[in-house]
């Protein structure tokens, strides 16, 4: 029951991108088509995923056995960088349109915090294997449903009748803001 209350949490409650504001990039990039966002939600996940279990063994392996674990943030960073390249790789070699619709924004999630975030947090917060799992794969769902709904949004905006100061990235701050505020809603949930 509190890993299911973990997951919703970092689903609803604490996302990422609405409470902490982070992995604003490709939310903005990102969100202009829906079959695209789903692709860089799928990217996400795994990316996450995988370099958060690769940085905790490697924390509870290498860092901490032999007692360098100040050199967290750099091995983090190089694991996630190189964990990044091979996901790019693997997505360009199996899905030619996909990496074609993500463009630039592939590449990026090297330097998207949200990983990196996930990574430290797990260790901070003391998560065993177990534990970080389920905030490996909640956190970047969170990351992909909101992608996603904001794709949606985005859609119907692109069809409305928008003055032209208010069209593109002001009326899509002004989405995100009140999705944030409808997300923030839940919190009496968990």
Not at 10 to 28: D, K, R
Not at 36 to 62: D, E, P, Q
Not at 98 to 115: D, E, R
Not at 167 to 184: D, E, T
Request: aromatic share 12%; proline share 3%; with cysteine.
């Amino acid at each position: 029951m509190e890993l299911l209350s973990m997951a919703i949490a970092a689903i609803l409650i604490n996302n990422v991108v609405l409470t902490q504001f982070l992995g604003i990039c490709p939310f903005l990039g990102v969100s202009k088509n829906s079959k695209s966002a789903v692709g860089m939600g799928l990217a996400v996940i795994f990316v996450i995923f995988g370099a958060s279990l690769l940085t905790f063994a490697l924390y509870k392996l290498v860092l901490v056995p032999f007692n360098i674990e100040y050199m967290q943030l750099i091995s983090f960073i190089l694991v996630i960088a190189a964990f990044v390249q091979f996901t790019e790789m693997f997505i360009k070699k199996y899905s030619a349109s996909l990496y074609k619709s993500l463009g630039i924004y592939l590449p990026l999630i090297t330097t998207n915090c949200v990983v990196l975030f996930v990574a430290q947090d797990n260790i901070t917060q003391g998560y065993n294997l177990i534990e970080t799992m389920v905030n490996s794969i909640s956190v970047p769902a969170g990351f992909m449903l909101v992608l996603f709904l904001f794709s949606c949004l985005r859609e119907r905006l692109d069809s409305a009748d928008t003055t032209a100061s208010w069209r593109g990235n002001p009326v899509a701050l002004v989405v995100a803001a009140l999705m944030a505020l409808a997300f923030s809603g839940l919190a009496g949930i968990v």
